[in-house]
């Protein structure tokens, strides 16, 4: 099945590392500067983030759908929370002028 | 450096950030089709994947502590087949009802007729003696009315079941003394009984469990453990093969060891309990592996014999279960283990082929139980405790059942609402609503490995929180009859295959109709 198999993994690793290049433009655009542990930071959000899909997933497999929903729900409401604080590290340090390209 | 420059169409940079932003949405479509592959997947069904022991999997080193689990705060009562036993107790409950069918509660229990250990018993447990009543006068008799108008409903889920129940007529009981019937091989088709050979020595007792526990698993034993025999948990009376007048005050020499195994009810078909899952499933399964290691152990040349659902019980199985290490007693009373939680059916040989034994294990059940509450919650017929410990139960005789302080269940009650429900008989919601019966899938994984590791109590309680508030419950009077509240709810819907209406040409009603 190509949900779980290597080749799933290895697209999903590809859009990972498009998602990191895209961030970075997008950084570089609002002035940050993005030192390593604000990676590490922002690394961390999306993995919690990306988590309440895969749980989301997991838990319809299971039969357990709207279970699925509401626990998205919260890993979304707590990553929305967490966004506003790393949005406020991100911009630490950041360059007055925008970049608009 | 300040870039000033507009361009008409997307530039690289914007190229690169929307390139980014849809690569999010597909990686979280793409971990949404994912996870649902791997919530759904074969694998995670524990103990139906395969026949191999790579299905016990849950690493016990950590968690492990000298025994024994249990140890006694009072004298010690061994467990009676008439009494404690349910099946036995309201057997001669029956026989004693139908022979005095104008007997109530009101009477003196002495003028039931029912054998004095029971009077005793009733004395001791007067809910149970309630219970019995109740089964007998009001639940069968509504049952069987019951089953007129639905039992068309359920006409596959009994079929399907009726099919491990068949088999036990092919699995052997023990038909002569242990000092007898353990000592003769198990072979059909031989003109007489052949006594078992001289004993194969083994190198030493490890290298005799790791061979015991790898044939189990082969067998079909999704969980194997060995502990010594202890008699506290052998039944009073009522060997198998044994005659009234045998001597049951002391074991048999030979019962020194007591391997217990454990195997799964299927994962989607429990879940439909109380009405249309069956547990003969479990039951078939596990007595048919432990059948086949009586024979391993008695090729070998040592007498053994084999204690299972579809046979007999010789003892009770959960105390040697948890003394073996498989796993921790719970709120209802039985085995929760890590791999199966709730969903693990036993069955136990005991030999005395000598073999190094297991640790008993503590992997936070007990504080789990405490907090959680919601088999007791779940429950028809309020037979759980809802107390928040073992120590402040509030039935028969407090927390404490012939001698060892634990959790049990009214088990009246929890027989009186096996004999309301539809479908194949008994109950097994609350084996279906604990949390720890889960597929083995990586959030189940996550908690199981977290949760005994967390000594705040953090993980526990959110799991709680999001077990009780993310997951949907019909109310407890849902699964009772219709008439009494309730529409024969099931916790989940049966599966595909049991839906009588789409396989069957005959006429249903459905009891969850408006
Ligand atoms: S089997 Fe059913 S009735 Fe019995 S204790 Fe469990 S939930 Fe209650
Ligand atoms: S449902 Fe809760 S209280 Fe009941 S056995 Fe499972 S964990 Fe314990």
């Known amino acids: 099945m190509f949900f779980d198999g290597n080749i799933f993994w290895l697209f999903m690793g590809i859009l990972t590392v498009v998602v990191g290049g895209g961030f970075n433009e997008f950084a570089k655009s609002r002035g940050w500067t993005l030192t390593w542990w604000k990676w590490a930071l922002a690394v961390v959000w999306y993995i ?35 966004a506003v604080g790393l949005w406020r590290l991100l911009a630490i340090g950041s360059s007055k002028n925008v970049n608009t390209q | 450096m300040t870039e000033t420059a507009v361009k008409s169409g997307p530039s690289r940079r914007d190229f690169l950030k929307i390139g980014g932003a849809a690569a999010l949405v597909v990686q979280a479509g793409g971990l949404v089709a994912a996870g649902n592959v791997q919530g759904s997947s074969a694998e995670t069904y524990t103990g139906w994947e395969s026949f191999n022991p790579a299905t016990q999997f849950f690493n016990r080193k950590p968690f492990e502590f000298e025994g ?25 409950f029956q026989r004693a009802y139908e022979a005095n069918p ?100 083994f190198k030493n007792e490890e290298k005799a469990a790791e061979f015991i526990k790898e044939v189990a698993h082969r067998y079909g034993a999704t969980l194997v453990g060995i502990t010594r ?6 039944y009073s009376e ?4 044994c005659p009234e007048d045998y001597d049951y005050s002391k074991l048999p020499e030979h019962w020194q060891y007591v391997i217990v195994i454990g195997v799964p009810m299927e994962w989607d078909t429990v879940l439909a309990s109380p009405q249309a899952s069956t547990s003969y499933e479990g039951y078939d399964r596990v007595s048919t592996a432990a059948v086949r290691l009586e024979g391993v152990i008695k090729n070998l040349g040592y007498p053994a014999r084999a204690s299972t659902p579809m046979t ?95 959790w049990y269940i009214n088990n009246g009650a929890c ?43 953090i993980t526990r309680e959110s799991l709680l ?17 219709v008439g009494s509240g309730g529409h024969f709810a099931s916790y989940r819907p049966e599966p595909a295959f049991l839906h009588a209406e789409d396989f069957l040409d005959i006429p249903i009603t459905s009891p969850h109709a408006d």
């Open chain 1, 48 to 82: 919690i983030f990306m988590m309440g899909f895969y749980a989301w997933g997991t838990l319809i497999g299971e039969n357990e759908g709207s279970a699925g929903f509401r626990f998205f729900l919260m890993i979304a409401f707590i990553s929305a929370i967490l």
């Open chain 2, 68 to 92: 024994p689990a249990h140890l006694p705060v009072a004298d010690v009562r061994r467990p009676s087949h008439m009494t404690d036993y349910v099946f036995g107790r309201v057997a001669t």
């Open chain 2, 102 to 201: 104008t007997w109530t509660p009101d009477d003196p229990v002495e003028d039931l007729g029912v054998p004095d250990p029971l009077v005793a018993f009733y004395k001791e447990y007067p809910e149970r003696l309630e219970w019995d009543y109740r089964t007998f006068s009001e639940t069968i008799p509504t049952r069987d009315e019951d089953y007129k108008v639905y039992g068309n409903y359920y006409k596959l889920a009994d079929a399907y079941s009726s099919g491990f129940t068949a088999h036990a007529a092919y699995l052997p009981t023990a038909g002569s003394p242990p000092e007898e019937s353990d000592f003769m091989e198990m072979q059909r088709n031989w003109p007489e009984p052949k006594p078992i050979g001289d004993p194969v020595p």
């Open chain 2, 229 to 234: 025999a202890k008699i506290d948990y052998f």
């Open chain 2, 238 to 241: 009522g060997w198998a093969g």
């Open chain 2, 312 to 406: 007999y019980y010789d003892m009770i199985v959960p105390p040697f279960a948890i003394e073996a290490g498989l796993g921790e007693v719970s709120r209802p009373g039985y085995c929760i283990t890590p791999e199966l939680g709730s969903n693990c059916r036993l069955a136990a040989v005991v030999t005395n082929l000598p073999m190094a034994t297991d640790k008993p294990i503590k992997f936070g059940v007990e504080e789990f139980c405490n907090s959680c509450k919601i088999c007791a919650e779940q429950c028809p017929s309020g037979a759980i405790s809802m107390a928040d410990s073992p120590d402040e139960q509030e039935w028969g005789t407090g927390p404490v059942l012939r001698g060892y302080k634990h």
């Open chain 2, 415 to 457: 027989y009186n609402f096996w004999r309301e429900s539809m479908g194949p008989l008994g109950c097994r919601l609350c084996v279906a609503v604990c949390p720890y019966s889960r597929k083995d899938n990586w959030i189940h994984q996550l908690a199981r490995e977290v949760d005994p590791r967390d000594p705040t109590g």
């Open chain 2, 465 to 481: 929180f999001m077990q009780k508030n993310f997951f949907d419950y019909p109310e407890a009077v849902e699964y009772r009859r």
